[in-house]
């Protein structure tokens, strides 16, 4: 099968024909329809200590089922169209049996240098892990679950109470998803601060109330003054150095930071402004199967939508040139694979 293949730290990724997949008695072959670019790749394929050369990122994606192995958990049979959490865990301990399954103590992750991701023609996935795609829904959306998953685990964690203010640092699709959950769950203001005017541009779609050009506004400022009052709790879903000492730095007395980008790379905070302000700070990962389950449910129900999240689609021929210009984006928001 063709995959996009990541070769070393700072290199394009180089779609070449590897072996197909070949499933475990608990697994399930699926046909790739669509995978969605995520930020956590951008970082892995540039910064240190970045995944083993020959490993295949992607961990986006719904697709229809080839193959089912004997012991699969679930009614699956091949022509079934699924999406999956990306990642296999042992399926019988507490943390999986619970949905919990980044917890699990064996989890293997998809597309992070572990279990082969999904910019292939075929991923291997878990019966556990798989959930079924509604007939309402294309593969594009299909592909968006996992991202929205990722941004309403963090609403969750956060305890946002409804007619709290919120500060969204990021308005790529983390940002926009929590911005979504955040007005989806009673946020009174959901502020987005970006730098990039292009994708600023799309946050009135995701629930945001106003919007900020962080290359050109006092963000504290420009907060206070479109929601008429400090942040009760800021995400951060940019994951670089630096920007959790400027949420320290931006919050209000008492008020909760929660960390959902993924920074890569060693970061230093000053404690002591924490301290005095007695600031929460709450570091999130990805999700729970209930969080992909009830995506699902909201999206089949058109009680949110995700397609505007989409701003391009390609194909391997031009995947590669599509990856490395996400890394300096400008309109582009989430750019979706289809093999």
């Known amino acids: 099968m063709r995959a996009a293949v990541f070769k070393g730290l700072g290199q394009p990724l180089v779609v070449e024909e590897v072996p197909d997949p ?4 608990t697994d399930l072959v699926v046909r790739v329809k669509s995978c969605g670019i995520c930020g956590s790749d951008l970082h892995a394929s540039d910064v240190p200590p970045g995944l083993p050369p020959g490993s295949v990122m992607g961990h986006e994606f719904a697709g229809e089922v080839v193959e089912v192995g004997a012991q699969a958990a679930g009614d ?4 079934d169209r699924i999406c999956a959490l990306p990642y296999i865990g042992c399926g019988h301990c507490a943390a999986c049996l619970s949905g919990d399954g980044t917890q699990c103590s064996k989890i293997q992750a998809t597309g992070l240098g572990q279990i082969p991701g999904a910019y ?3 991923v291997r996935v878990g019966g556990h892990e798989s ?17 929205l998953a990722v941004g309403l685990h963090a609403v969750r964690q956060s305890g946002l109470e409804p007619g709290a203010n919120v500060l969204v640092i990021g308005a790529g699709p983390i940002g926009l998803a929590t911005a979504l959950w955040a007005r989806f769950f009673g946020a009174r203001s959901v502020v987005v601060s970006e730098k990039a005017a292009g994708r600023l541009e799309r946050a009135a779609a995701f629930g945001a109330t106003h919007g900020i050009d962080a290359s050109k506004e006092h963000v504290p ?10 942040p009760d709790i800021l995400f951060e879903c940019v994951g670089v150095p630096g920007l959790v000492q400027e949420c320290i730095m931006m919050a209000p007395a ?3 930071i929660v960390v959902v980008g993924v920074c890569m790379q060693p970061d230093t905070i000053f404690p002591v402004m924490a301290i005095v302000k007695e600031l929460s700070l709450h570091f999130v990962i990805a999700y729970r199967r209930d969080d992909f389950a009830f995506t699902l449910d909201m999206l089949d129900a058109e009680r949110i939508v995700s397609q505007s999240m989409i701003t391009d689609r390609v194909g391997f021929d031009g995947f590669s040139a599509a990856f490395e210009a996400l890394k300096k984006p400008t309109t582009q928001c989430k750019v979706i694979l289809n093999p």
Do not use: I, M, N, Q
């Open 76 to 79: 699956w049979k091949a022509g």
């Open 22 to 25: 070949e499933p475990a008695p």
């Open 254 to 256: 008492r008020a909760r």
């Open 221 to 230: 400022g420009a907060f206070a003054k479109a929601a008429g009052a400090p």
């Open 131 to 147: 959930l079924r795609l509604p007939e309402s829904l294309d593969y594009d959306a299909g592909a968006t679950v996992e991202p």
């Open 120 to 122: 292939a023609e075929y």
